[in-house]
């Protein structure tokens, strides 16, 4: 991650006594990390969906407020990889704790720990970080079951604190920006007080019609999409952006469910993805996909890389 985006060799006087930091999220897959993210910032910048491993890199966001500055690091979720493309997300989740100021570790309110949650805890109890249990989805169960949930993770790793929340539903979120400045250093602000994030705006456009597809397909195919963006342009009059993006799948027969009868599920999502992009882009847009096979694309260091996905842009 770049702590170097901005100047902050002279940092303003009247900054001096604000709080800055880097944090991460973590935890294991579709805890709704994402959600959070973008309730905590109030944009929606990560995509979200009910399906495992939705976010496949790590995703840089800002908070601003006169108390300082919180920089959020969204991560995928820490799972058993199966392929290159699984490895280079639990890299992306892992190697992100090693350079930031606190963790916020995710988990649903469920009293059983499983082998996923004790690996995570043993990493963390490696890591000397400040870290807060965050028990998400209470709107999911009723309260007397939080407390055992809470009294369960007690005795994994020692946290500064154990916030429940509903990031859905935006309960409990003062709270926890509360209790997350208390642990952040005094310090000037990494970013200028209007950026949102570093994610580029092509990417966040193919990141919003992956969300598409991962919510319009079956269970099988969405593990196996990627989506690029070709072409985007924006016309002289500023009304209209032109947007040619392909979705890359690994077999023909992903190719026809994604096509679907008379193209009807692409149509879908472009539809559906259309509405997100034009309030990204702040334009009408006029968008056309296509779809690409490219067979075992995520074992392929060189097409991975060409999708975005390159563990050397992590260091």
Request: hydrophobic letters at 35%.
């Amino acid at each position: 991650m770049d702590r170097n985006m901005t100047d902050i060799s002279r940092p303003d006087p009247a900054e001096r006594q604000i709080k800055s930091g880097f944090v991460a999220l973590i935890g294991r897959p579709n805890v709704g990390k994402s959600t959070l993210m973008n309730h905590l910032i109030g944009q929606k910048i990560a995509i979200t969906s009910r399906k495992p491993q939705t976010t496949r890199n790590r995703i840089q966001t800002v908070y601003n407020s006169e108390r300082g500055q919180i920089v959020f690091l969204d991560t995928p979720g820490i799972h058993k990889a199966k392929n290159k493309l699984g490895e280079y997300m639990v890299y992306a989740a892992e190697s992100t704790i090693r350079d930031v100021d606190a963790v916020l570790w995710l988990v649903e309110p469920d009293s059983y720990i499983g082998a996923g949650e004790k690996h995570i805890a043993a990493m963390l109890a490696k890591s000397k970080l400040p870290v807060i249990l965050v028990i998400n989805k209470i709107d999911r169960v009723r309260k007397a079951q939080i407390g055992p949930a809470m009294d369960q993770y007690r005795g994994l790793c020692p946290f500064e604190d154990i916030i429940p929340v509903s990031a859905k539903l935006g309960r409990n979120l003062d709270t926890l920006l509360d209790t997350l400045f208390r642990y952040l250093p005094y310090g000037p602000r990494f970013f200028d007080e209007d950026t949102i994030t570093d994610q580029p705006v092509r990417q966040i456009a193919a990141e919003m019609i992956r969300e598409k597809a991962l919510r319009s397909l079956g269970d099988e195919v969405p593990h196996g999409i990627a989506v690029t963006i070709e072409s985007m342009k924006t016309r002289p009059d500023g009304r209209m952006t032109d947007i040619e993006a392909s979705i890359v799948c690994e077999r023909e027969s992903h190719k026809g469910i994604i096509i679907g009868k008379s193209g009807a599920m692409l149509k879908k999502i472009g539809s559906e993805a259309r509405p997100d992009i034009e309030q990204l882009l702040e334009t009408k847009v006029n968008l056309k996909l296509w779809v690409k096979v490219r067979r075992n694309w995520r074992d392929s260091d060189i097409l991975m890389k060409n999708y975005g996905y390159d563990k050397k842009e992590l260091k």
